[in-house]
């Protein structure tokens, strides 16, 4: 679908971006504008910009639109059940969370599992916890509260099995429910004796699943009320997918060194520092076994991730960007460009509009070595999951 700008249904915004491209030169896919309030705006534009009186360029434009939305059509998500609203709760109820259910589950495609209901312990049940055992593995057992049964070896042999099922479903990322004791990520209550309980524990399931998948995106519930953590975890489970979808095909160091081209700007974003070192062992890749070099970039690539990115490394990173256009812009065209990146750091506008102008000026331009950039060409849904930080 193409929009004009008269669409945008903020009329600042939408005159702002009229000054800065003509008007016969923008094809907007999908795009909203909602006011959010105190000036700033929240976002969920599919944008591009293209020769609209080029019918090649509309022709190409709508091709690597199609090429996306295949790309990203299925992101997958593994979820604890009961944050769907499935009443698997030991009390027979649910913990059903609405930003979940109500926003993302038109984004992703769930993968829903409830490692106690599936153990066989049934709905309603007795209640389960940790408790503190040093000759334990992980120094842990899982017991039932009231009658002391001892469920750890059965709990533990199911979570190894139906993880590394896991392995067929393809998933980007998975959302744990906080403080259970068989999926909670963190700050889990162990018991030892008569005193409260500490706080430092993790559900036997889900240490599991970050064992055998240590670079998969985990997340829970209550953690994603955080913009902060919600925007990292929407990163990391686009580069997560990316690079999987990358090495489960015919790679080579060839396509390898193009994913991480690609990706600079991104790993810019979130750490300089990693983003060098990955530089390095993509420049000894030749030195490298295959299998070893496949889980080392995997392994930095999603350290780097963890970093989260801040509004003062992506204006550092727009700032590069326009660096390989100053050249060819005149003196008013970069004041716009330099006015709007300012907008974006002073949080005035989000982070679409500066990225939507420099793609605009690179494509009419044809500075391949920007247009490659997936930083500067995000996918349909990752605006739309962005809209939501």
């Known amino acids: 679908m193409t929009l004009s700008l008269s669409d945008f249904s903020h009329p600042a915004l939408a005159e702002r971006l009229k000054q800065l491209i003509p008007l016969e030169a923008v094809a907007c896919r999908a795009a909203t504008i909602r006011h959010a309030g105190r000036g700033r705006f929240g976002l969920a534009w599919a944008a591009g910009v293209s020769q609209a009186s080029d019918p090649k360029a509309v022709s190409s434009d709508h091709n690597e639109m199609t090429n996306r939305i295949t790309e990203t059509k299925a992101i997958r998500l593994g979820i604890s059940t009961c944050l769907l609203g499935e009443e698997v709760r030991h009390d027979g109820g649910h913990k059903r969370d609405p930003f979940l259910m109500e926003t993302l589950s038109d984004l992703v495609e769930w993968v829903p599992i409830c490692p106690e209901v599936e153990l066989g312990l049934g709905t309603p049940r007795e209640p389960i916890h940790l408790v503190r055992d040093t000759s334990a593995p992980d120094g842990v057992r899982l017991t039932s509260v009231k009658t002391d049964i001892d469920l750890s070896s059965k709990m533990r042999r199911f979570s190894r099995q139906r993880v590394r099922a896991l392995a067929l479903e393809r998933l980007s990322g998975f959302v744990l429910k906080r403080g259970s004791p068989s999926c909670g990520m963190e700050r889990v209550k162990v018991w030892s004796g008569p005193g409260p309980a500490a706080r430092n524990g993790r559900g036997l399931f889900a240490a599991e699943l970050m064992r055998q998948y240590p ?127 300012e907008d974006y750091r002073l949080g005035h506008v989000p982070r679409i509009v500066p990225i939507t102008l420099i793609r605009h000026h690179a494509r009419r331009l044809d500075i391949s070595y920007l247009l490659q950039q997936v930083y500067l060409n995000p996918r349909p849904k990752e605006l739309m999951l962005r809209n939501h930080v």
């Not at 390898?256 to 420049?283: C, I, Q």
């Not at 080392?296 to 204006?315: C, P």
């Open 215 to 341: 670079n998969l995106p985990v997340e829970e519930e209550g953690r994603l009320h955080d913009p902060g953590l919600r925007e990292n975890f929407f990163d990391r489970i686009f580069m997560y997918g990316r690079l999987r979808r990358l090495l489960s095909r015919r790679w080579t160091i060839g396509t390898l060194v193009t994913f991480h081209a690609e990706h600079k700007f991104v790993l810019m974003a979130h750490s300089l520092p990693r983003y060098r070192e990955l530089g390095r062992l993509v420049a000894d890749a030749k030195t490298i076994p295959r299998a070893e070099l496949a889980r080392r970039y995997e392994d930095e690539l999603m350290e780097a991730m963890r970093t989260r990115a801040t509004r003062r490394r992506h204006t550092n990173v727009l700032m590069h960007a326009m660096g390989h256009l100053k050249k060819y812009l005149d003196g008013e065209t970069r004041k716009d460009l330099l006015e709007v990146t």
